[in-house]
C-alpha cells in the first residue's frame, strides 16, 4: 500500500505524472490510498516534489514509514517579478529542498539533469537516489501523414519571459524564410503579449491550452517537427509524448532535451538568442526534413524506454528494494 500525501490539483508536470501513475497503478490492482492518520504509521509514503506537511513527515519518518520523494526542477526565482510569487516560489524550493536532504529515506530525480542541477544548488543529498524519466501512458504508433512539413510548440504553459519571446521570434523569422515548412502549431497558455506576437505571423496558428488527447487529433495526419522552447527543461512529457507518436524534435541546447532524445533529434547551439539564430534553426530544420523519416523511425524506437510499464515497474522495484 502507498499513501500519497496529496493530490496535486494544479495542471502541469506533477499532475499529469500524477494521473499517469493512478491509471497504471488501477491497471495493476496495485492498493493506494491519500488517508493521513498523523499517529498511526504508514508503509509507503510518496511525496511528489514538496509538501507544507513537514511536521506530519518528520513523525512519520520516526515512527518507522518509508519516506520515498519524486523530484524534478526547483523554481528560479530570477523568473519571478512579483515578491508575493517569489516569497511562495522560495518556501516551495525549501520544502522540497528539506525533505529531499532531511526527511526523504528515497529520491527520484526526473533525469540526470534535475539531480545535477539540484546538486549542485543544494548539495547532495544522503538518500537513497535513482533516476527515472516520465513515462507516456497510451498505446502509441506514428501518426505522420501528408506532404506539408509543420512546426509543433507545446506547453502547458508557455514561460512569460523575454528570453522565450526573443526565440520565438527568432523561430518565427526562420519559418517565413523556409519554404519547405508551411505553418507552426502552438499549444499553451500565454500571455496576451505572447499572442499579439502570434496574430502577426499569418502562418502561426495559437489554439491555447487544451487536452493532450484532443492535441493528438489535431496533429495526426499531418507531418511535424517538435519545437521545445523552455529553457532548463527538467523532463518534458511533451516530448516524450511526442517521441511516441513518431514526431521528432530540433531544440535549443538546454535542459534535459538531448538526454531525452539522444539520436533522435538535432540540437542546435546557441551563446546568443538572436536573429542570427535563425539560419541555424533553418539548417536544423533543412537536414531533419530531409531525412523525416529516419528521424521518425528513431524517435518511435527510443519511445519504447519510456513506456509506462517499464517506467512505473522502475518506480514500484525502487520503492520495495
Known amino acids: 500500500m502507498i499513501t500519497f500525501l496529496q493530490k496535486i490539483q494544479n495542471n502541469g508536470g506533477p499532475k499529469n505524472f500524477q494521473i499517469k501513475f493512478f491509471r497504471w497503478l488501477d491497471y495493476q490492482n496495485y492498493s493506494y490510498n491519500f488517508t493521513r492518520n498523523f499517529f498511526k504509521r504508514t508503509k509507503i509514503i510518496f511525496v511528489n516534489a514538496g509538501s507544507k506537511k513537514i511536521f506530519y513527515l518528520i513523525f512519520q519518518k520516526i515512527i518507522g514509514s518509508l519516506i520515498v520523494q519524486r523530484l524534478d526542477g526547483f523554481n528560479d526565482l530570477r523568473d519571478f517579478n512579483e ?13 522540497m529542498n528539506f525533505i529531499r536532504k532531511n526527511i526523504a529515506h528515497k529520491v527520484i530525480y526526473q533525469s540526470l539533469f534535475v539531480k545535477e542541477r539540484w546538486e549542485e544548488k543544494y548539495g547532495r543529498t544522503n538518500a537513497k537516489i535513482k533516476i527515472i524519466h516520465n513515462p507516456y501512458f497510451d498505446k502509441s504508433q506514428p501518426c505522420y501523414r501528408g506532404k506539408d512539413f509543420n512546426l509543433l510548440i507545446m506547453e502547458g504553459n508557455i514561460q512569460n519571459d523575454i528570453k522565450t519571446f526573443k526565440l520565438l521570434k527568432v523561430i518565427f523569422h526562420a519559418i517565413n524564410r523556409n519554404k519547405k515548412v508551411k505553418n507552426v502549431y502552438i499549444f499553451g ?39 521545445p522552447i523552455e529553457f532548463k527543461a527538467s523532463c518534458p512529457n511533451s516530448l516524450i509524448e511526442l517521441l511516441a507518436k513518431g514526431i521528432p524534435s530540433c531544440f535549443i541546447k538546454s535542459g534535459s532535451l ?33 531525412n523525416y523519416e529516419v528521424y521518425s523511425s528513431l524517435a518511435f524506437l527510443l519511445s519504447k524506454r519510456y513506456s509506462s510499464h517499464k517506467i512505473f515497474n522502475s518506480y ?6
Request: charged share 25%; proline share 0%.
Open 83 to 95: 515578491n508575493r510569487i517569489k516569497l511562495r516560489a522560495a518556501l516551495s524550493n525549501f520544502s
Open 258 to 290: 538531448k538526454e531525452l532524445t539522444t539520436f533522435s533529434s538535432i540540437e542546435i547551439k546557441a551563446n546568443n538568442i538572436n536573429i542570427c539564430l535563425s539560419n541555424k534553426i533553418n539548417q536544423a530544420l533543412n537536414k531533419m526534413i530531409k
Open 189 to 227: 497558455k500565454a500571455s496576451s503579449k505572447f499572442k499579439k506576437l502570434f496574430k502577426k505571423n499569418k502562418n502561426v496558428f495559437f489554439f491555447g491550452y487544451i487536452e493532450r488527447k484532443e492535441i493528438i487529433k489535431l496533429i495526426t495526419n499531418k507531418k511535424f517537427i517538435y519545437f
Open 316 to 321: 514500484i522495484n525502487f520503492i520495495k528494494n
